[in-house]
């Protein structure tokens, strides 16, 4: 593969996203999209905002604007909140885009004339007391398979079971919390995923690298019975079903926004086309469609609670189009990252949010922590004291520390440049074994989406650095052997370099600091080679620094107190789910 594709979880419209949205999808796509580019190869790494659906009108009802105003204005301010936290998309596009209603209906279209839609009239929930139908997620009530109290009409965010609100015990309005509801009668478009059973396990089963966390759910659903699904909903804001006179009988509904989210994935690549500054051609189909992108490796990023859509929702829908699409080829699922044990929450504003987090601390300090601490192989509660404790040890002891020493070391004793004189001996080609040990271990934990044994190991690479200038000790030698103090902070010197370019996926800021201070901003950010001597030698005696301010201030424990005053501590234990 010479084209890597690479799509995160549409983040909802509905406010800024909190720090478990952030690790569970978009922040890991572009640590992955940046390490590929530095590899050299073509990435196109696209995401957006999802934007149809009963929240996005309610949220705007509650902001007094229209929904459509709302959106706009949502989608820039999440926009620059990305771009803050250094997450480099090629492309941030919008499911409400003209590409993706266009898209949308198509594939409707296409799996009605492969016999794959059908058309039921149905029991649906109506409140009386809100006035409306009440879509799925909207309907809360005590789940039939594992007793949650708080499970949605489409999903229990429990147990991960596919539920129709009907399904439901003793259910009630999530609008208004009424239970004055009854069951109308509405006609709707089903997606017949039963029809496609056979292909979506034979397809998944051609899945073997999938983390077990992905694949256990994707045969959960399969193994549990896969129902037909319901594509359309009694929505004002949405994609249209009717269009260009085809589906009469259906002018007041829209298709529903599980349907339509994922299909953004493909329209967002149009949407990347079509942004193409003047004189750039951009094949957005190269990507997506036929034998143009058999060369395209395409990874998603998602949490958990995602998964089920992607490897059976739209996969059926991709399949029963029977055109040649690319489909996924790695699903990257996390499990959930808490707040001192109970779930982050948009909706109840619970933990700590994107912007929040940047008023407090850069943007490094929390990618860092996120991916080194990233919830794969289970749920990680997040706490202040434990963000405070990995913040002080790997990135203001480890690797800060030891930029400020070296550097300003060398700074006073030779002149600020890298000096001369001296030949390597066997503290470097110790070093030098080491690193090279540690880099091939990083990188194929990157290569395979282990975030954190990956982080694991750039860490003990920097811990490798600093033991490193403890053995070598060039302050403490410099008065005897001059050469061989040189031999030491040139090596330093270097290892800053190398640094730098290690930690650019993670820590991208902190990278460019690095390579500014040493002079090389200006050059391509590449991978570095396997020859650990060589890269050790890049930067040549006479080549000229700068000293940087404090790369990574500690945190204090004034700090941790006033941040638990601030958004809290243990959690209450009766909560709303997270949405």
């Known amino acids: ?54 929240p996005a009108e309610l949220a705007a009802l509650e902001a007094g604007q229209s929904v459509e105003d709302y959106c706009a204005e949502q989608h820039e301010i ?14 941030w ?53 594992c007793g949650y109290d708080r499970a949605r009409g489409d999903q229990c965010e429990n147990c991960t079971r596919v539920l129709d609100p009907t399904d ?58 896969l129902q037909d699904r319901g594509i359309t909903r009694d929505l004002k804001w949405g994609i249209p079903v009717s269009h260009d006179g085809k589906w009469p009988g259906f002018e007041d509904k829209v298709f529903y926004v599980w349907f339509d989210a994922p299909i953004e994935y493909i329209a967002c690549g149009k949407e990347w086309s079509d942004a193409a500054p003047a004189g750039e051609t951009r094949d957005w189909k190269s990507w997506w469609y036929g034998e143009a992108a058999d060369d395209v490796r395409y990874v998603q990023f998602m949490g958990k609670d995602n998964v089920p859509f992607h490897t059976v929702g739209f996969p059926a829908t991709l399949i029963g189009s029977r055109e040649p699409w690319k489909r996924v080829d790695v699903i990257k699922g996390f499990n959930y990252l808490n707040y001192y044990g109970g779930k982050y929450s948009t909706s109840q504003k619970r933990g700590v949010f994107m912007d929040q987090a940047l008023d407090i601390l850069p943007a490094d300090y929390w990618r860092y922590y996120l991916m ?116 030491g902070v040139r090596t330093g010197i270097n290892l800053i370099r190398l640094f730098a370019l290690l930690s650019a996926p993670v820590i991208p800021a902190t990278s460019d600091r690095l390579r500014k201070a040493l002079g090389i901003d200006t050059e391509p950010l590449a991978w570095p080679s396997d020859d650990i001597a060589a890269e050790l030698s890049v930067l040549k005696p006479g080549t000229p620094f700068e000293v940087p301010d404090v790369m990574f201030r500690k945190i204090e424990d004034d700090d941790v107190a006033a941040w638990i005053e ?7 234990q009766e909560r709303e789910p997270a949405t």
């Open 1 to 54: 593969m010479t084209r890597v594709l690479i799509t995160s979880a549409l983040p909802y419209i509905n406010g800024i996203k909190h720090l478990g949205n952030l690790v569970g999808s978009m922040l890991p796509a572009d640590v992955y999209a940046r390490y590929q580019r530095q590899r050299g190869r073509e990435v196109l790494c696209l995401c957006a905002t999802d934007e149809h659906g009963t």
């Open 78 to 91: 999440q926009k620059e909140i990305g771009a803050k936290f250094g997450l480099s998309w090629d492309h």
């Open 93 to 145: 596009g919008r499911s409400s885009n003209p590409p993706n209603h266009e898209l949308t209906q198509h594939f409707a279209d296409k799996l009605a004339e492969n016999g794959f839609i059908e058309e039921k009239t149905i029991a649906q929930v109506y409140s009386i007391d809100d006035g409306r139908f009440l879509p799925d997620r909207y309907i809360i009530g005590t789940c039939p398979h």
């Open 168 to 225: 439901l015990v003793e259910p009630r309005s999530a609008v208004s919390g009424s239970s004055n509801l009854e069951v109308r009668e509405s006609k709707h478009l089903y997606l017949k995923q039963s029809a496609l059973v056979d292909e979506l396990r034979a397809w998944i089963d051609s899945k073997k690298d999938w983390p077990p966390l992905v694949s256990s759910i994707a045969y959960k659903w399969l193994d549990e019975g």
């Open 372 to 487: 080194a601490n990233a919830p794969e192989g289970s749920d990680v509660s997040f706490t202040w004291d434990h963000f405070a404790t990995v913040v002080n040890k790997d990135l203001a002891d480890v690797l800060g520390n030891f930029v400020n020493r070296i550097l300003k070391f060398a700074r006073s004793r030779f002149d600020g440049k890298v000096p001369e004189g001296g030949v390597p001996g066997d503290n470097e080609a110790e070093l030098e074994k080491e690193v090279a040990v540690r880099l091939k271990a990083y990188t194929e934990f990157l290569e395979e989406l282990q975030f954190r044994k990956a982080f694991g190991e750039l860490r003990a690479i920097w811990a490798a650095g600093n033991e490193y200038l403890t053995k070598a000790a060039p302050w403490a030698v410099f008065k005897e052997d001059k050469d061989k103090a040189a031999v």
């Open 566 to 572: 601030r958004f809290g501590g243990e959690p209450e």
